[in-house]
């Protein structure tokens, strides 16, 4: 894509300067761009104040250089993601990179480059999860809770492979409850990696989305990165290591007190969860609730609470999360009511 300002005319010293741009998009992207019958360029009038107007492949942008900018920079990201993920259709990713954009705006955010690799260079999408990428580089041990979507496992993963390709850490172990989604596996065969893989095969997706495969692979052989069940963790002590603990609230209190008290010389400790979709057979079972109750208040131990104005996937996730958590809200009233 490329960008070429053709015009640009100062008001005066009081107004916003004004500026007028060229987008040109590849032919085979103009679809999934500018929209069905460029219902997506309605949309960026709309949302951003701007005119725009398509020939061909091209769009001409007149309006606040600001808003050209947020603009042209979601374009540019929707069409890396494409490339980097190789998806099919980008209709919808254009819009959520808009409101990202847009959002980082209005909040001044300064994005943070977690991970430079051959892959991907991951930046946070909103203030909290810049602060979380912020708080991965200083604190030694982070709890970080929320909902589904809010990026709590993938920024620590990317954290994590910036700062061993940096070598702040000596290895990464990244760690899961192995505990069933309500599904029973019944007896699962092969030997014990093949019994345990399924479960942490989130993962080793995060992995293989920051690093390119081979290397990924090959620091697997080497164990610089380890993935390993929870039930793993007991009796070591774990130095030089960056460690991450994912699903927690599928974790006892005294497991993720296990987990925690595994912590060596120059160790990073990041345990992250929903309490909202445990799938132990009590909820109140549940210690990652419990544990940031106690530790909260101890030096060098950060939590960050994530909302759903930071779910960066699909906005129907935001939809359905909100949905279900309305639903909870109703049978709780309704139970209160009873008793």
């Known amino acids: 894509m490329n960008n070429k300002v053709i015009k640009k005319s100062v008001l005066d010293n009081n107004q916003q300067e004004d500026i007028t741009t060229v987008i040109n998009v590849e032919n085979n992207e103009v679809v999934e761009i500018f929209g069905i019958n460029n219902e997506n360029i309605n949309y960026f009038q709309k949302l951003l104040s701007i005119k725009v107007f398509q020939k061909g492949n091209q769009l001409s942008l007149k309006g606040s250089r600001k808003n050209i900018n947020i603009l042209r920079d979601a374009i540019s990201k929707t069409l890396y993601e494409k490339k980097i993920y190789k998806a099919k259709n980008i209709h919808n990713q254009i819009m959520e990179n808009l409101r990202m954009q847009i959002l980082n705006e209005k909040e001044k955010i300064k994005n943070i480059n977690v991970t430079k690799t051959q892959k991907l260079d991951v930046i946070g999408k909103s203030k909290m999860q ?150 132990l057979n009590k909820r109140s079972d549940s210690g990652l609730l419990k544990s940031i109750h106690i530790l909260k208040d101890i030096d060098d131990i950060a939590v960050i609470n994530f909302g759903h104005k930071d779910i960066v996937r699909d906005e129907m996730v935001t939809k359905i999360i909100n949905a279900y958590d309305s639903y909870d809200d109703q049978i709780k009233d309704l139970f209160d009511q009873k008793s």
């Open 130 to 279: 810049n602060s979380y990428l912020d708080i991965l580089q200083k604190k030694q041990i982070i709890f970080a809770v929320g909902p589904a979507g809010t990026g709590k496992t993938f920024l620590a993963v990317a954290a994590a492979v910036s700062q061993l390709l940096e070598n702040k850490f000596d290895r990464i172990i990244l760690s899961r409850p192995a505990v069933e989604a309500g599904e029973k596996l019944g007896f699962l065969p092969g030997d014990l990696k093949e019994k345990v893989d399924p479960y942490l095969r989130p993962l080793y997706d995060s992995l293989y989305d920051l690093m390119p495969a081979d290397l990924a692979i090959r620091k697997i052989q080497s164990t610089e990165i380890e993935i390993a069940p929870l039930a793993f963790m007991r009796g070591r002590t774990l130095n030089n290591a960056f460690v991450i603990l994912d699903e927690a609230q599928n974790a006892t209190h005294n497991q993720i007190k296990m987990f925690l008290t595994r912590c060596g010389k120059n160790s990073r400790m990041v345990v992250t969860g929903d309490p909202s979709q445990t799938d």
